[in-house]
């Protein structure tokens, strides 16, 4: 029987037919949405998506679900909790979009300092306003504090020093691999910034990251930018600083935003002109698109081949375990048995196990991390066994 693939975003044709190639029964639906989802993943083995949001609801209708892939970086549009309480792989496609997402960044710093699309519509209405438009600052020269400096803030660092702009950044670990001056404290930083980008992940360190405190930092007539989150900014915090502050802000997202992919729009930021709004479009380029789709499929590939997980993003990445068993062994059926049979039959319970073939297919290593200590009468029974090499046991 094949593996049934449901993808239920927007996905390049050719990729659709890479996956069908691998002899997996592939489905469609790109106009899907999270109330749909429950109802279309009965029967499904591996879901594929982008923005559309997975749910409690559909993980638990999903009978045979084994794996869900975002086609992207973030995973917050997915229901880690649900999935973990399934033994559900969630996977992710981290840094594919990087480029595409930096470049949205700069265009929309120029069209904040430019006031681009001011001067589009006043064109379109028959407006000429030449007089208000020639007084734009220039990006040469400014300094720009990127706020999260991963794969997406390490390629909006190298497009603003081709600017010749002065690059600040803070992260929540060392910046390493650009040529920017590292921040630990937004008081520190915020202040000395003419523009402000940020490219945080939406996390509980993360949500309301900029409040009122941090707008108070900012410059007067300063330039935000969030390509990243919505509830990463404060909204109401925002539009009081762009009140008292004259803050300009660019955004890819907001709070309210629609899932669908065409429709109507209602924010509270339409009627205000300090602020633009694209269609959370960041990672929307060919390019892009191609390199998460292309990435996608070699997760699949990997899981239906070895079952190995590329990316994956819910796997603990703590455990429990307070003891390390290592035992040496010949690679032979049976002898496993008869070490997790003594293990059993005291209770303890394994974490994690890992067993790795020495070259040649004679010896092998297994490593397991246990909940509780394995007794001298233990190893004892498990030496019993004339494939039993050696057994090493370890407060971890």
């Given amino acids: 029987m094949k593996i049934k693939v449901l993808v239920a975003d927007k996905f390049p044709d050719e990729y659709i037919k890479q996956m069908e190639e691998l002899n997996l029964d592939v489905t469609f639906s790109p106009k899907l949405g999270e109330n749909d989802l429950p109802n279309s993943i009965s029967d499904i083995d591996i879901l594929v998506v982008r923005s559309t949001k997975v749910n409690a ?26 999935a973990n309480q399934k033994g559900i792989y ?59 400096v991963g794969a997406i803030g390490k390629e909006v660092a190298k ?49 309301g990251l900029f409040n009122k405190t941090m707008f108070d930092y900012m410059k007067p007539n300063s330039l935000l930018i969030n390509t990243s989150r919505q509830d990463i900014i404060d909204e ?18 907001f709070k309210g935003e629609p899932e669908e992919k065409t429709g109507s729009v209602s924010s509270k930021f339409q009627s205000n002109p300090n602020v633009y709004v694209t269609h959370h479009i960041g990672a929307s380029t060919a390019q892009a698109q191609n390199s998460v789709a292309e990435e996608t499929v070699r997760i699949i590939k ?50 994690e196990i890992e067993n790795i073939v020495f070259e040649g297919g004679i010896a092998a290593c297994c490593t397991m991390k246990l909940m509780s200590s394995v007794s001298p009468d233990m190893i004892k029974k498990m030496n019993e066994s004339p494939d039993v090499l050696s057994i090493s046991h370890v407060v971890i």
């Fill in 57 to 82: 609801q559909t993980i638990a209708n999903g009978k045979n679900l084994n794996l869900i892939i975002r086609a992207g970086a973030g995973v917050n549009n997915i229901d880690i909790k649900a």
């Fill in 159 to 207: 497009r603003a020093l081709a600017f010749d702009m002065k690059v600040y950044g803070k992260d929540i670990s060392r910046i390493e691999g650009v040529m920017i001056k590292d921040f630990s404290e937004m008081n520190q930083l915020l202040p000395m910034c003419d523009i402000v980008t940020i490219h945080l992940p939406a996390t509980p360190e993360t949500k």
């Fill in 90 to 148: 969630v996977a992710n496609c981290p840094g594919m979009n990087s480029v595409a997402v930096a470049e949205l960044a700069m265009g929309l710093m120029i069209s904040l300092d430019r006031k681009i699309p001011d001067n589009v519509i006043d064109f379109r209405n028959g407006k000429w306003n030449k007089a208000t438009y020639s007084k734009a600052e220039g990006l040469k020269g400014k300094t720009l504090g990127i706020i999260g």
């Fill in 302 to 351: 990997d899981y239906t081949t070895s079952g190995v997980i590329a990316h994956w993003v819910n796997r603990a990445k703590i455990s429990d375990a307070k003891y390390q068993l290592v035992v040496k062994h010949f690679d032979k059926p049976g002898v496993l048995a008869h070490i997790l049979d003594i293990i059993r039959d005291n209770k303890i319970n394994v974490e």
């Fill in 236 to 253: 109401e915090a925002l539009l009081k600083a762009i009140e008292e502050k004259n803050i300009r802000v660019a955004l890819d997202v």
